[in-house]
Every structure is written in C-alpha cells, then in structure tokens.
C-alpha cells in the first residue's frame, strides 16, 4: 500500500525523501566529528612525544598538522621555530606561522605576533603593530597581552598611537576575532 504523496511535488514521497536528506546529513556530520577528532588525536599524539622527549617526532607531525591548516599546530610549530627545539632555529618561519594563526584569532599567536613587532624578532620591529596584535589578544582577554598593549601607549607619542589604534581596529574589523573591549 502506497503512502502518502507530497502535494505539489513530483517524484517521490516527502517523508522517503528528508529520511534520506537526514541520513545524508548524518554521515556527512560523523565524518566531519571524525576527521577532527583524528585531528586533535594527532596534536596530542604529537605533544605527548614532546613531553616524553621527542620533539623532533612532535616537530614533524606539527609540520604536517600545520600544513593542513591545524591552527593549535602553528603555534606549537612556531614556539620550535622560536626556541630552536626540534627545528632549526628560524624566527623568520615562526613570525610567519604566528601571523598565520593569529589572522585566525588564535590569541597567543596575537600576542606572540605581538611580541615579535616589538622586539624585532622574526619581522621588522615595529611598535604600532605590536600595539594592534596587543589590542586584539587582549580583545580575547589576555591581561598580559592588555598590559603590554598599555605600557607601549604610554610610550608612543599622541599621532602614533591614534594610528595604532586605526590599525587595530582595521584588523578588528577585517579578522572578526569577537570580543572588542577595545584598548586604551
């Protein structure tokens, strides 16, 4: 016995037809959980080398982790790339990972960014990025990222930090990280 058709659609029952939207749906959805769960086995199969002393093993499985767009993966990978642990040393590589991570509102990539612009690490030094990559962690509610942002405003002269403060929010409004509390 034939069940009901829906009115005004050809070809096929409406109930056959979102039982098999849903399970398309379904499996759709258990891959996506599975591929990040394998994602976040892999980083923490890669930190637990790290904490047991293979940090090179941890450095490459990073790398690749990395390379398929594994933000949490980018920053470990920079903090090698920083220390020299694992990698050769190259702070070029790290402040290029940082910012990576950071144009993805990972906000201690944002405030590592931060850090390299102040100092001149891996980027040119530059104290009005720094300023705008301090305003958007602290934005995420990083206080040392907020007290650091403060103690270079105290430091740039009135026109500097207006244009600082542009930058950050040029970024704030490009990234769309979230919590904009603003800066000094």
Same mark, same amino acid.
């Given at each position: 016995?034939?069940? =009901?058709?829906?009115?005004?659609?050809?070809?096929?029952?409406? =109930?056959?037809?979102?039982?098999? &939207?849903?399970?398309?749906? #379904? %499996?759709?959805?258990?891959?996506?959980?599975? #591929?990040?769960?394998?994602?976040?086995?892999?980083?923490?199969?890669?930190?637990?080398?790290?904490?047991?002393?293979?940090?090179?093993?941890? &450095?490459?499985? %990073?790398?690749?982790?990395?390379?398929?767009?594994?933000?949490?993966?980018?920053?470990?990978?920079?903090?090698?790339?920083?220390?020299?642990?694992?990698?050769?040393?190259?702070?070029?590589?790290? &402040?290029?990972?940082?910012?990576?991570?950071?144009?993805? +509102?990972? =906000?201690?990539?944002?405030?590592?960014?931060?850090? #390299? #612009?102040?100092?001149?690490?891996?980027? =040119?030094?530059?104290?009005?990025?720094?300023?705008? %990559?301090?305003?958007?962690?602290?934005?995420?509610?990083?206080? %040392?990222?907020?007290?650091?942002?403060?103690?270079?405003?105290?430091?740039?002269?009135?026109?500097?930090?207006?244009?600082?403060?542009?930058?950050?929010?040029?970024?704030?409004?490009?990234?769309? +990280?979230?919590?904009?509390?603003?800066?000094?």
């Amino acid at each position: 016995m034939a069940g =009901p058709r829906s009115s005004g659609r050809a070809g096929g029952r409406l =109930p056959e037809r979102l039982a098999a &939207a849903a399970g398309v749906l #379904f %499996w759709a959805g258990l891959m996506v959980a599975a #591929f990040a769960n394998t994602a976040d086995a892999d980083f923490a199969g890669a930190a637990a080398q790290y904490d047991g002393g293979d940090i090179g093993e941890a &450095a490459r499985e %990073w790398q690749r982790l990395a390379k398929a767009g594994d933000i949490e993966a980018m920053v470990a990978l920079a903090e090698l790339y920083t220390s020299g642990q694992g990698v050769e040393r190259d702070l070029g590589q790290a &402040a290029k990972l940082y910012r990576q991570a950071a144009r993805s +509102c990972h =906000p201690v990539a944002q405030l590592n960014l931060g850090d #390299f #612009f102040l100092t001149g690490r891996g980027v =040119p030094e530059d104290a009005l990025r720094a300023y705008a %990559w301090f305003a958007l962690a602290a934005d995420q509610g990083r206080r %040392w990222a907020a007290g650091q942002r403060d103690e270079l405003a105290d430091r740039l002269a009135e026109t500097q930090l207006l244009e600082a403060r542009r930058l950050a929010e040029r970024l704030r409004a490009e990234l769309r +990280c979230g919590g904009e509390t603003g800066g000094r």
